[in-house]
C-alpha cells in the first residue's frame, strides 16, 4: 500500500510529538473505501487511517464536532440558478477534516472577499459592481462553484490550488450521488444508477412496475396485528429511499408515511415500501430537469391533509417551490398537533412553508 501522508503534514492535520504519562492516547484504525464513477463503474480505490473517535472522552479529549453541510435544497437551487443564467458547473475536491476544514476554509472565502449566507452558513456570494459574480457551496470537502464572470473562476481556482491541496473535478457530472447531465436546454438531476443498486439490493430488479407509489386510500397503522418483519433491512430500505428523494419528489409522500413504523415495521408497511419500489422500478430515468425560464420566480405550494394519522389523528403538510422552470424544495411531514378542523390543518402547512420560504 503506497502512503501518502504529506497532504496532511501540509496542512498541519498530522505531526509527530513525544508522548508524555499525563497524555491520553486514541487507537487508530483503517478502512478500505471504493470510489465509482457516475456509471457505477470504478474510479478509484483508498486506504484511509482514522482513529478512534468514539472512545473519545466530551470535555477532555474534545469540544465542538458539529460541522455544518450544505442542504440539498441550496444544491438544486444552485443548479436551478446556474440552468436560469447558462452558467456551467465545476467541481472541486479538497483533502480535509470536516469541522476543522470549515473553520479555515470559512475564514479564506471571507477574506477572498465572499460574504456568508445567513441562512445557509455553508453558502458564499462574491459580489462587484453590485452584481453576484462567484456562489460557492461548501459539501464537507467538496466546493460546488458557478458564476457567470469566467476570469474570476480561474482567478479562484488558482487561488485556491496556492492555498490547499485541490482536485479539479472539472464539469459537474457526479455530485453526492445525484448524476447531473449539462447541455444547452440545461441541467438533468437523476439517481438512477443508484435507483438500480437499490432494486437490486432488495431483490426487487426483476419486480412488476406500477404507475403510482402509494395505494389510492392507503391508511398504514402501528396497531396492526400483521407479522412483524426485520427491522434492520426495513430501516436499510427507508434510508435509501429518503436519499433518492434527493431527485425524485414523487415519492416524499410515500417515504414520509413509511419512515413513521420503522420502530414497529410489520408485513403492511414492507408491502407498501416494496410497493415504492415497483414504481421506481418503471420510473428510473425520471429526475428534475432545470432551464432557463422566461422569468426567475419564486413560487410556493402547499397543502394538507386533515387527521391522516390512524394512530393520533395528526395530519401532514407538504410544500414545494420552483425558482424558474422546476421544483428545487420540497417536504411532506406529519404536524407536530392534532388540528382540530381542514381549516387548522390547512394553516400550519401555510406556516411551514412560509418559514421555509423566508
Not at 123 to 142: C, F, P, R, W
Not at 298 to 317: E, N, P
Request: hydrophobic share 40%.
Amino acid at each position: 500500500m503506497d502512503i501518502d501522508d504529506e497532504p496532511v503534514r501540509g496542512t498541519r492535520t498530522l505531526a509527530e510529538i513525544y508522548e508524555r504519562a499525563h497524555m491520553a492516547t486514541v487507537e487508530p484504525s483503517s478502512f478500505e473505501k471504493a470510489e465509482t464513477h457516475q456509471d457505477g463503474s470504478l474510479n478509484k480505490l483508498k486506504a484511509r487511517l482514522v482513529v478512534k473517535g468514539f472512545s473519545q472522552k466530551y470535555g477532555l479529549d474534545y469540544l465542538e464536532t458539529f460541522a455544518l453541510m450544505a442542504r440539498l435544497d441550496t444544491i438544486r437551487l444552485l443548479v436551478a440558478l446556474a440552468a436560469q443564467m447558462g452558467l456551467k458547473k465545476p467541481l472541486y475536491g479538497l483533502k480535509h477534516a470536516p469541522r476543522a476544514w470549515y473553520s479555515r476554509i470559512d475564514s479564506y472565502l471571507i477574506g477572498l472577499g465572499f460574504e456568508r449566507s445567513l441562512s445557509e452558513p455553508t453558502l458564499y456570494v462574491k459580489e462587484e459592481n453590485g452584481k453576484t459574480q462567484l456562489i460557492v457551496s461548501v459539501y464537507v470537502d467538496d466546493l460546488l462553484v458557478t458564476g457567470g464572470d469566467q476570469a474570476m473562476l480561474v482567478d479562484f481556482k488558482t487561488k485556491m490550488h496556492q492555498m490547499f491541496e485541490m482536485s479539479d473535478l472539472g464539469k459537474l457530472t457526479y455530485f453526492l450521488g445525484m448524476e447531473v447531465t449539462q447541455s444547452q436546454a440545461g441541467f438533468f438531476l437523476s439517481q438512477r444508477t443508484f435507483a438500480m443498486r437499490i432494486l437490486n439490493k432488495f431483490s426487487m430488479q426483476n419486480c412488476k412496475a406500477t404507475s403510482i407509489p402509494v395505494s389510492v386510500g392507503e391508511r398504514l397503522t402501528s396497531l396492526s396485528n400483521s407479522e412483524k418483519v426485520c427491522k434492520t433491512t426495513y430501516k436499510s430500505l427507508i434510508g435509501c429511499l429518503l436519499y433518492l428523494t434527493a431527485t425524485r419528489l414523487g415519492i416524499m409522500f410515500a417515504v414520509s408515511l413509511l419512515s413513521r413504523f420503522m420502530h414497529c415495521c410489520n408485513e403492511d408497511h414492507f408491502r407498501a415500501a416494496k410497493r415504492v419500489l415497483r414504481y421506481i422500478k418503471g420510473t428510473l430515468s425520471y429526475g428534475m430537469h432545470y432551464s432557463k425560464a422566461k422569468e426567475l420566480r419564486l413560487i410556493g405550494y402547499t397543502d394538507s391533509d386533515w387527521a391522516g394519522s390512524k394512530d393520533d389523528l395528526k395530519s401532514t403538510s407538504g410544500y414545494a417551490f420552483t425558482l424558474g422552470s422546476a421544483m428545487f424544495c420540497w417536504s411532506s411531514k406529519k404536524q407536530s398537533i392534532v388540528a382540530q378542523s381542514t381549516a387548522e390543518a390547512e394553516y400550519v402547512a401555510a406556516a411551514g412553508a412560509v418559514n421555509q420560504a423566508i
